[in-house]
């Protein structure tokens, strides 16, 4: 029987000719993970499913890139460009598994010597103490609600571009997002933190200290679940998340707008004002110290100015789609 046409493709792709600068920063972190899993086989329960479901994503993205490549359709090629709105958060949920065997050594106490020789020394407080004195129920419905739309803000630009036909723009949005996700979850691993909100405050008084209106309890409560933190723990600080240093709250949305305006968005203004908000609200809401944010900015910068010359190395090095 004659090979078909689709077959013959298949075989023809060359692999490397096809992978973008997301596609190499995504096998990357499916590997580092893959191998963490190894390491930490005997410490983390988790690893070996880890391990499992990173080679199997990783089978499948390789697929999807392939079959993209040859012109499988329409569908194939959107969720090429997207698969990773869903790899981001998977990376993300193993990072923080891994985190506590790799590094156990929380540098909340080194932050908040630092936050008070910023702002604590100028201003007789510590931040989110001094923030304590403006909180009204409308302002803290607010900003909740913005820092819950921090996922949604890179999306919603991603989505524009593909409405505008930009594909090559799509692709390195996609890139320099992903890569800036990516970079920071490498950097908790060398300054796991849990944020104020548990070490200069009472986590369980939180609100009744800054209530909301409508929505702001059901808006903690699904940080809280993305943080590892089950409702009514009687111990949460001592299993929610270390993902505080850098604030990558703070980077990502940085990033968004910076590529906002590089790309002239329509948004770029309400990215703006509701960014603003959102990297005010880290603090607000007792998430962030300073330094955090500091922190952050900085990475927004140096990442931003990182993500096209790392893309540049790959091209010169035989990635011709990258």
């Known amino acids: 029987m004659e090979t078909s046409s689709f077959h013959k493709q298949f075989i023809a792709i060359n692999v490397r000719d096809v992978l973008t600068a997301a596609d190499v920063c995504s096998f990357f ?9 190894g390491i930490t086989y005997t410490q983390v329960p988790m690893s070996g499913t880890i391990m499992l479901i990173n080679l199997m994503i990783a089978f499948g993205v390789l697929g999807l890139i392939v079959a993209d490549s040859i012109g499988a359709g329409s569908i194939i090629s959107i ?7 869903a790899l ?41 103490h001094l923030l304590a004195r403006i909180t009204h129920p409308i302002l803290t419905e607010y900003l909740q609600f913005t820092y819950m739309l921090f996922f949604f803000l890179p999306i919603m630009q991603g989505a524009e571009l593909v409405c505008k036909k930009r594909d090559s723009d799509v692709l390195y949005f996609a890139y320099t997002i992903g890569f800036g996700f990516f970079i920071s979850y490498l950097l908790y691993y060398c300054t796991p933190a849990i944020g104020p909100r548990f070490t200069l405050h009472d986590f369980s008084k939180l609100s009744q200290e800054m209530p909301g209106i409508l929505l702001t309890d059901f808006f903690r409560g699904v940080v809280n679940a993305g943080a590892g933190l089950p409702p009514n723990i009687p111990n949460p600080a001592e299993i929610v998340h270390r993902d505080c240093m850098p604030s990558g709250h703070t980077m990502l949305t940085l990033m ?67």
């Open 256 to 322: 968004n707008i910076f590529l906002a305006f590089k790309y002239q968005s329509r948004l770029r203004w309400f990215f703006v004002v509701i960014g603003g908000s959102l990297i005010f609200a880290t603090l607000y809401l007792r998430y962030h110290y300073v330094v955090d944010v500091l922190a952050g900015t900085i990475c927004a910068v140096i990442t931003h100015w990182l993500a096209p010359r790392f893309r540049l190395w790959l091209y010169r090095r035989g990635f011709p789609s990258a």
């Open 79 to 85: 969720a090429r460009r997207f698969y990773l709105v």
């Open 88 to 128: 981001i958060p998977t990376i993300y949920e193993q990072t923080l598994t891994f985190l506590p065997a790799i590094n156990s050594h929380d540098v909340d106490a080194t932050l908040i010597a630092l936050d008070y020789m910023l702002i604590g020394v100028p201003f007789g407080n510590h931040p989110t």
């Open 29 to 37: 972190m499916l590997a580092l993970n893959f191998i963490l899993g």
